[in-house]
């Protein structure tokens, strides 16, 4: 089977990481076809993956458009929508990963007759998109996919409360090659030693800096820990949040966190970092459709700390695979760490718990041999 994958960024969100180890398989048959050229076009290059920029520059990516805003960047996709129809006739099935591959795939599925997978990442709700593209997304899924992947039940809840079609969509959690995941205590001391860490107590957090990936929340709970507790936060603004970095830095400063803040950019160690720390918090202030680095953080062993909204709850079970605290609660929060920080032998535990959890429920092998299932069923069903 050949598949055209489509993708909006090339930067590498969740979405693209999973679309990297759904389409590894397929390498020697497949197209990952991005909207936008960057740094995600090369991690496919590095693991042999063929891949091609779709359009002459980068279209303006942003979940809340308006109608204007829009309309607008579709406007600047119309162009390529011909030669990506051309370029549907070479391939078995089009798998849109993001939502304007989603517009994209629909209109190159009804020109070249192909079937359409969606791939949904995300909470189709009004905290995440606006009122126009949460109607673009359901319209175009219900009208031309013959399939909707859906990252979480939280994801299949949100597409099926705002009109999506329940018949035609199915969970497929995120896999993970858990080799990726396996370091030894060595690394993690030589890291810390890279770091100067010393034996602090090391609470990570791994996201793109944006508000409401609630890096802010953290940080305001620093003030309420043991002073040897102190916070990295990996990830780096990949959507134009730089406002939000300024003030990220500018909280660090007036709340006088500045020897226990630190900031790393965007990683591409993370395993090594996870292992690493003492404790992951994932502190989103809105529903998080699934949470990667929840599940990244279990298969390293590491204790988690998350918000408990969205995808969130099927993946962490509160007091035996992690903790849950509620979204934007900075005290609970600040307990939680407080708590890992004093019974460290209780913490270690339910982290063990968790990686045998996880290392069952996210193997990469099992995740993408349900997916190739499904794209075989729907290539059977169109034959
Ligand atoms: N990530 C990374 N380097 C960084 C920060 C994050 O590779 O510096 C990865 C992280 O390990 C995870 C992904 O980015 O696999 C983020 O996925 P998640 O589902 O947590 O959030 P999303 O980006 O989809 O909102």
Not at 48 to 67: E, F, M
Not at 249 to 259: A, N
Not at 297 to 323: R, S
Not at 358 to 364: E, G, I, M, T
């Amino acid at each position: 089977m050949k598949i055209l994958f489509l993708d909006q960024s090339g930067k590498p969100g969740g979405a693209e990481l999973c679309l990297l180890d759904v389409a590894k398989p397929y390498r020697d048959r497949c197209l990952v076809g991005l909207l936008a050229d960057g740094s995600f076009r090369e991690l496919l290059e590095q693991q042999d993956i063929p891949v091609q920029v779709l359009t002459g520059r980068a279209i303006q990516v942003q979940k809340d458009s308006n109608l204007l805003k829009g309309l607008s960047s579709l406007g600047q996709l119309l162009p390529f929508i011909g030669e990506i129809a051309q370029l549907s006739r070479e391939y078995d099935v089009i798998y849109a990963n993001t939502q304007k591959a989603l517009v994209v795939g629909a209109i190159a599925s009804l020109l070249a007759h192909r079937p359409l997978v969606y791939h949904l990442h995300d909470i189709v709700s009004s905290e995440h998109f606006s009122a126009i593209n949460r109607r673009l997304i359901i319209g175009l899924a219900n009208r031309f996919s013959s399939l909707v992947i859906a990252n979480s039940h939280a994801s299949v809840a949100s597409f099926i409360a705002a009109g999506g079609n329940r018949d035609r969509v199915k969970v497929v959690y995120n896999g993970f090659d858990l080799q990726r995941y396996q370091h030894h205590a060595d690394v993690a001391a030589q890291m810390r030693q890279t770091l100067g860490l010393g034996d602090r107590f090391v609470v990570g957090h791994f996201s793109r800096l944006s508000p409401w990936k609630g890096q802010q929340v953290l940080i305001e709970a620093l003030q309420y820990c043991p002073v040897d507790v102190v916070a990295l936060l990996v990830g780096d603004a990949l959507f134009g949040e730089d406002a939000f970095v300024a003030q990220l830095h500018q909280q660090v400063e007036q709340l006088g966190l500045g020897d226990r803040v630190r900031f790393l950019g965007f990683r591409s160690d993370v395993p090594q970092l996870m292992t690493m720390c003492d404790l992951i918090a994932h502190t989103s202030t809105a529903p998080e459709p699934f949470g990667r680095v929840i599940v990244e953080a279990m298969l390293c062993g590491t204790p988690i700390v998350a918000a408990a909204a969205g995808g969130v709850i099927e993946l962490i079970e509160h007091g035996k695979t992690g903790w849950l605290s509620p979204p934007g609660d900075v005290l609970k929060l600040a307990d939680i760490i407080q708590q890992c920080h004093s019974q460290p032998g209780q913490a270690i535990a339910i982290a063990h718990q968790a990686q045998q959890s996880a290392s069952q429920r996210f193997n990469l092998d099992t995740t993408n041999q349900q997916i190739a299932q499904l794209l075989q069923q729907v290539v059977s069903d169109r034959g």
